[in-house]
């Protein structure tokens, strides 16, 4: 299958390639732990919550039936996937901050058991009401875990010699929303929000090896120059479709189908 893959390459200071206008980086300062500016304390009840999501979900799906014309579609697919980026990182993530990592570790009870990085995206998900087999997904490498979201030909890998200038990158190129990343052997959540980025993942590094956020500039899974890609969830009008249909998502596997 062709694909084509858009390269951003960052090296320090910032290089321009094709769709990015040279701009102006500024030096980023220090950041202490109050720059973390989404919820990290959880509130409610987490069942309560997940069904409080359909609910909504069946009122978005409502409103998408009823809309008159393309550009009303468009606002309500907007509403849709801003609400669902929020109430993920608000209402659902939050109780999954502290849980142990592991390999292996596959719970769906939040604080209860392990959970590996790619576990702890898809159960998200599916708790959040989309139609996936969080099992057959987590099990892919990173590039199909991205690309059974994205559900595009075209992606954005970014290259980075610091995670400061990543993040830089990011703020450059990609609209605010939720997205799924994944480098190497790992993936998670990137949230683009109110001018920070943000990665909330299952976090393999040792001491503390948990699912955690923080400022991607600040990422130690970020320190060595990776390849990093992402993948639009909240942004992405034909998954907020699926979601809202409640249509299977289809697990993009290897070439070699295995």
Not at 229 to 256: R, Y
Request: net charge positive; aromatic share 10%; charged share 15%.
């Amino acid at each position: 299958m062709f694909r084509l893959i858009i390269f951003i390459l960052v090296i320090t200071p910032l290089v321009s390639v094709k769709t990015i206008a040279p701009h102006k980086i500024t030096v980023t300062k220090p950041v202490t732990k109050d720059s973390i500016q989404i919820p990290v304390n959880p509130s409610g009840n987490y069942l309560e919550q997940r069904q409080a999501i359909l609910n909504k979900r069946n009122n978005f799906r409502q409103l998408l039936y009823r809309a008159s014309n393309a550009e009303n579609q468009k606002k309500i697919l907007d509403s849709a996937g801003k609400y669902l980026s929020e109430t993920i990182v608000s209402d659902l993530i939050p109780h999954w901050y502290g849980t142990l990592w592991s390999f292996e570790g596959y719970t769906e009870i939040p604080k209860q058991g392990t959970i590996a990085c790619g576990y702890f995206v898809s159960t998200v998900l599916q708790h959040a009401g989309f139609n996936l087999n969080r099992y057959k997904m987590a099990q892919q490498n990173p590039e199909c875990e991205v690309l059974t979201l994205h559900q595009q030909p075209d992606y954005i890998i970014f290259k980075a010699e610091t995670p400061a200038a990543l993040s830089d990158s990011v703020k450059l190129t990609l609209k605010e929303g939720l997205y799924i990343f994944g480098k190497e052997n790992h993936v998670g959540f990137m949230l683009y929000q109110k001018g920070q980025v943000y990665l909330i993942h299952s976090n393999y590094q040792v001491p503390a090896a948990l699912v955690k956020p923080e400022l991607l500039q600040d990422s130690g899974i970020l320190q060595t120059p990776p390849y990093i890609f992402f993948g639009e969830i909240s942004t992405n009008h034909k998954l907020i479709k699926q979601w809202l249909s409640n249509q299977p998502i289809v697990v993009v596997l290897p070439e070699n189908g295995k």
